[in-house]
């Protein structure tokens, strides 16, 4: 058996220490926010490093930025491979930015190797992954998923201020819904990521193997009730909607956990008004997430937990706001490119482990369009979205080497 094809492990830590700089906070972290100054300037840093290897650069209407290696064969699909350079307000320096550097080694690799490959190379880096202005905003344009709403409808923002940073960035909502790719071009997805987790480490496996993405849904719940004197108003008089927003959290920790164990749900923000020392809350207001790899059990979670915010509201003598803010499904990983990741963990004498994914990622986008699987290396202690974020150097280029024999696997396989 030959020796299987290996990365410039030099090259592809010096590319993470030098994108690590740009948006660096004071605490070790990369502060990155899709669309803004740090993300721009990491988007032109990735063309620049792109364009240096003489490849060809691409950027589509939504920014989505990637670099290719061209077969000479005109007509032939493309193996894709990539993640984000954006990140989370202070977060860390391998979420995301890993993926992409990863990718952009494999081109390199293999050109260097001169290599003539039948198909056409491309690494990818999407746009808002992180969901500053929309989740996996990036490549839900790649695989024609946007509408016009996305652009009306800012998560956690209003459209002018996206509008506004789209300017920046030279985009346009016209163009974004323009920015679809044909599923035929595309042979295959691939994605390395940071585990976020502590599964690798407590197994002590070099690599996870993603079976599948958790399915995600999401909620704005505003419990309402009545403003009143905080201090003259009766403690068994009072329409508190705190109090119901309170209560509603409580019990959805207890029932997540006695009905959906597989399951996980986050009450990630709170906003109240009239919001005074001193007047009884009229409406609190909730952001609510809940996952599950299962799609069914993702519907019953849903159910569930709506079924109890009407319960505490009645108990409460409250009212309730429910506003959708979309449900992600489950996406199972296609078992070709399972197969390839596994068999170059195994040439390169590397442990892998099967696992699902907990955490949202591009490929569950690109799952639907075509051929994807995904794969996770370690985490130091679990770390992830914060500056304490790390992978170690060893399992950074472990990553490079598995990603790059995947795509030769998945290039040479008809059966993909």
Same mark, same amino acid.
């Given at each position: 058996m030959s020796e299987p094809l290996r990365i410039n492990g030099a090259r592809l830590l010096d590319d993470l220490e #030098? +994108? %690590?700089?740009?948006? !660096? &906070? $004071?605490?070790?972290? *990369?502060?990155? $926010? =899709?669309?803004s100054a740090p993300d721009l300037e990491a988007r032109r840093w990735f063309r620049a490093r792109a364009e240096s290897s003489g490849f060809e650069v691409l950027e589509d209407g939504m920014g989505n930025i990637s670099a290719v290696l061209r077969s000479d064969v005109p007509d032939a699909q493309t193996v894709m491979c990539g993640s984000h350079l954006d990140t989370v307000p202070n977060g860390g320096r391998f979420d995301g930015a890993l993926g992409v550097v990863a990718a952009l080694e494999v081109l390199r690799t293999v050109q260097d190797a001169g290599l003539m490959l039948p198909y056409h190379l491309e690494a990818m880096s999407f746009t808002d992954e992180e969901g500053t202005w929309g989740g996996l905003l990036g490549s839900r344009a790649l695989a024609g998923r946007l509408t016009p709403d996305d652009f009306e409808n800012a998560r956690? %923002? &209003? =459209? =002018?201020l996206f509008k506004q940073a789209m300017e920046s960035a030279e985009l346009t909502p016209q163009g974004a819904l323009r920015a679809q790719r044909s599923p035929e071009s595309i042979r295959a997805w691939v994605e390395v990521h940071i585990e976020q987790g502590t599964r690798l480490e407590e197994s002590e496996a070099h690599t996870g193997v *993603? &079976? %599948?993405i958790v399915g995600i849904a999401s909620y704005w719940l505003t419990f309402i009730g009545r403003a009143d004197h905080a201090g003259t108003t009766p403690m068994d008089r009072r +329409? /508190?909607?705190?109090?119901?927003l309170a209560e509603f959290v409580r019990q959805a920790r207890e029932l997540v956990m006695n009905r959906f164990p597989k399951g996980v749900y986050n009450c990630g923000s709170v906003q109240i008004s009239p919001g005074a020392f001193n007047i009884v809350p009229e409406r609190a207001r909730l952001a609510l997430e809940f996952r599950h790899h299962d799609a069914g059990k993702l519907d019953a979670m849903r159910e569930a937990l709506l079924g109890l915010a009407l319960h505490v509201v009645e108990v409460e003598g409250l009212s309730l706001e429910v506003e959708g803010l979309g449900m992600y $499904? $489950? #996406?199972? @990983?296609n078992r070709a490119v399972i197969a390839a990741i596994e068999s170059s963990c195994n040439a390169l004498g590397l442990r892998y482990a099967e696992m699902a994914s907990y955490a949202g990622h591009d490929t569950q986008v690109m799952a639907g369009i075509t051929? =994807?699987? @995904?794969?996770f290396v370690p985490s130091v202690g679990g770390a992830s979205h914060s500056p304490r974020e790390l992978t170690i150097d060893e399992d950074c280029i472990n990553a490079g080497n598995? +990603? +790059?024999? #995947? *795509?030769?696997?998945?290039? !040479? /396989? %008809?059966r993909t």
């Open positions: #030098a +994108l %690590s700089k740009i948006g !660096e &906070t $004071p605490e070790g972290g *990369v502060n990155r $926010p =899709a669309l956690g %923002s &209003t =459209a =002018a *993603v &079976t %599948s +329409l /508190d909607a705190m109090r119901g $499904p $489950p #996406a199972p @990983m051929k =994807a699987g @995904m794969f598995v +990603l +790059l024999n #995947a *795509v030769l696997r998945l290039g !040479e /396989d %008809s």
